[in-house]
């Protein structure tokens, strides 16, 4: 069973500081993809890192998948109070044409203004 | 393009009961995928759909079941229900060009079991 484990799980931050989440697995996975959810409603796709030692900008978010493929991490600088959200990583694992994503369990982030 | 829908968006059940649970796919997108989401327990893939066939199955007994129509509409059925299955049932849609594809998902479906 691949397990991914996210930290932290609750993070209560002031607006303007920076903030960095972890998402660890001892298996490899194909590729690795980051979601926020708002209450009420799905995740959303952030952004699918798919090769090792790989780094995405996405404006103030910064993504990065470990050169073994096993860990990532998403850092966040300058938060806003628009950032406060449910961030999960997910692991895409392919076996023959079955496709599975494989979650984290979660960081909680509030930012407070 | 409209996005993904589930209905419906919120049930209360009791212990023993069944319940259908149904999603509309964006138009285009073939799969459809199932997941469990509990506060213990984080997300969860109970199933996947691609051409009417089920392709990938998560770890769930045999009381979660799923279909899905030539028109791509998912269902997944519960039958027997237990307390511990209240959860938000959410699903996602993708095209899928059996890569890295996005997963759209819907805003769920809030089921409480009593």
């Known amino acids: 069973t691949q397990l991914l484990e996210q930290s932290p799980q609750f993070l209560s931050i002031q607006e303007g500081e920076n903030l960095t989440v972890y998402c660890n697995s001892s298996?490899?996975?194909?590729?690795l993809q980051w979601y926020r959810q708002e209450p009420g409603e799905g995740p959303v796709l952030l952004v699918t890192?798919?090769?090792?030692?790989e780094v995405k900008k996405l404006k103030r978010l910064t993504f990065q998948f470990g050169d073994a493929r096993k860990d990532s991490s998403l850092h966040i600088t300058a938060a806003q109070p628009g950032d406060t959200g449910l961030y999960l990583c997910?692991?895409?694992?392919?076996?023959?044409?079955?496709?599975?994503?494989?979650f984290g369990s979660g960081t909680q982030l509030t930012v407070l203004p | 393009k409209a996005g993904v829908t589930q209905t419906p968006r919120y049930l209360i059940k009791t212990r023993g009961q069944q319940v259908t649970l149904s999603c509309s796919p964006i138009?285009?997108?073939?799969?459809v995928s199932w997941y469990q989401q509990t506060p213990g327990q984080g997300l969860q893939f109970l199933f996947e759909?691609?051409?009417?066939?089920?392709?990938n199955k998560g770890n769930f007994p045999g009381r979660f079941s799923g279909r899905q129509f030539s028109n791509s509409r998912s269902e997944m059925n519960v039958s027997t229900l237990e307390l511990g299955d209240s959860a938000l049932y959410l699903c996602?849609?993708?095209?899928?060009?059996?890569?890295?594809?996005?997963?759209?998902f819907g805003p769920g479906t809030r089921l409480t079991v009593l």
């Open positions: 890192v798919v090769t090792g030692g």
């Open positions: 996602a849609s993708s095209i899928p060009t059996g890569g890295f594809d996005e997963q759209f």
């Open positions: 298996s490899v996975f194909s590729s």
């Open positions: 138009s285009g997108h073939r799969s």
């Open positions: 759909y691609f051409s009417e066939t089920q392709r």
């Open positions: 997910a692991g895409a694992s392919f076996s023959g044409s079955a496709r599975q994503l494989t």
